[in-house]
């Protein structure tokens, strides 16, 4: 908090010292008004609910797919050779370049946003898997073996549970990346998102809006990290037996 504070003052002193304009830099003051003007007349708690309610659709489908995927790739040689090497250069293209593409396919509906928010999350949750596995240490496969463990049930009993900590990982990255791809497909797209309010601030010149749901977008973020996915992964380690001493 005291670090925030902080920057938030040295904020403050940079309004203060009048190097842009109000309307191109505006005070913590100004950001606060907008969001309680936001919050207060319902159109950010909409456009909070419609963002999030496309982000948790999205984000599902995902991990969904980037398991199966993942799980699939590493189920023999000749996938990790074509659809791994096909995934590795998918992943290079950012999400927001499939977003022509959903509009011509799904036309200017949720499709086109759930496809792009979908696909900004699938291909880094399908390399942590094939990541995850791969990374088993080699003495519990050893050790499964020793007990008569091979092929399908050594992979169900203790490749993939071994490479959950792996997965959680992937989970906590898809999670980031289906953020900014969902952001970038309600820029263009249709519907009260945060992403199209976002349009309309800066059309009008409402930087203070602007810099509100940045705001909105980090805080959802950090909360969403600390009460889900940390937790999460702490308790995961300690039941692995990988957290530090």
Not at 37 to 47: C, E, M, P, Q, S
Request: proline letters at 4%.
């Amino acid at each position: 908090m005291v670090f925030l504070g902080i920057l938030i003052g040295i904020w403050a002193v940079i309004y203060n010292l009048k190097v842009w304009p109000d309307f191109l830099f505006p005070s913590p003051g100004q950001v606060v008004k907008a969001l309680w003007t936001g919050f207060a007349d319902g159109t950010l708690v909409k456009a909070v609910g419609v963002s999030l309610l496309r982000l948790i659709v999205g984000y599902f489908l995902a991990v969904i797919i980037g398991l199966a995927l993942g799980l699939l790739i590493c189920s023999h040689k000749w996938w990790e050779d074509t659809l791994g090497g096909l995934i590795v250069a998918l992943q290079s293209v950012p999400s927001i370049v499939w977003l022509p593409l959903a509009l011509l396919w799904f036309k200017m509906g949720e499709g086109a946003i759930l496809f792009v928010v979908t696909l900004g999350g699938v291909w880094t949750m399908t390399m942590g898997t094939v990541a995850g596995i791969k990374n088993v240490p080699p003495l519990l496969v050893r050790v499964g073996k020793t007990m008569g463990l091979k092929g399908l049930p050594l992979f169900w009993r203790v490749k993939l549970p071994a490479s959950v900590p792996h997965l959680i990982t992937a989970m906590r990255l898809a999670w980031a990346f289906c953020w900014r791809a969902l952001l970038a497909g309600e820029l263009i797209g249709t519907g009260t998102g945060l992403g199209q309010v976002l349009m309309w601030a800066r059309d009008l010149g409402n930087m203070a809006l602007v810099l509100a749901i940045m705001v909105i977008i980090a805080l959802l973020g950090m909360l969403t990290d600390s009460l889900l996915f940390r937790r999460l992964e702490q308790r995961v380690m300690m039941r692995w037996g990988l957290n530090r001493a």
